[in-house]
């Protein structure tokens, strides 16, 4: 017969200084495992040690970079008191030290299929509480591996745009992002199958963005200097960008036309 314990449903709470990633993972989570009750959000470490110590979840999702303190920081105050499940962007060199620990992971952008790995193995490990031991030591043993390549400061320019479409979270690579034109209200991001709208003005993102990659050439549109077909003028001897494989032309203030001249 299951213990009380063991039959209440599970609990969790979520850090992480993006709320719109919060959003996303409290949703995917919600589909993935409804009985899963989130208990509060953290946006940073300082935050999810305080939420432990105050709620007791059974499971704590940590976004591995945070101002402060980070989630690899905070996982080592938090130790056995609750299970890790690290939030990270960088499966490139990550999944094999998470693999080889005790500890479960969360791809950034969230995707259902591989949430559902997840949450079919924190299930399991729920059920053997006693795989929680040796929490600090697995931290500490991918810490030496990944602090380098994963703690180190974010990156200096964005590599993904935040866009709500409904009452989805989509999250865009910046490279596929063809240009951004914004009008009074919000901020136009056209890619090669999909439009969205965001609300941060292009004088803020041209701030953001790698400016070798993208070219502020009015100041309602910066444009990817790969989807550049080319530049052509109108009978009224303006300067249009074609875009690849878009109808639109964008027009080149006079300010910038010197980023043509090499053209």
Known sequence: MPTAAASAAPTAIIADDERLMRDQLRLRLSEAWPELQILG????????????EQLKPDLTFLDIRMPGKTGMEAARDIGDRSQIVFVTAYDQYAVEAFERGAIDYVLKP?????LKITVDRLKQRLERPNDRAGVNDSVQAMLSQLAEKIASPKPKHLQWIQASIGQDLRMIPVEDILF????????CVQTASFEALIRKPVRDLAEELDPSLFWQIHRATLVNVNAIEGVTRD??????????????KLEVSRSFLHLFKQM
Do not use: Q
């Open 41 to 52: 959000e953290a946006k940073n470490g300082e935050e999810a040690v305080e939420l432990v």
């Open 110 to 114: 969230t995707e259902p299929e591989r």
């Open 180 to 187: 951004f034109r914004s009008d009074e209200k919000y901020t």
């Open 235 to 248: 009978i009224r001897g303006r300067h249009l960008v074609l875009v690849k494989g878009r109808p639109e």
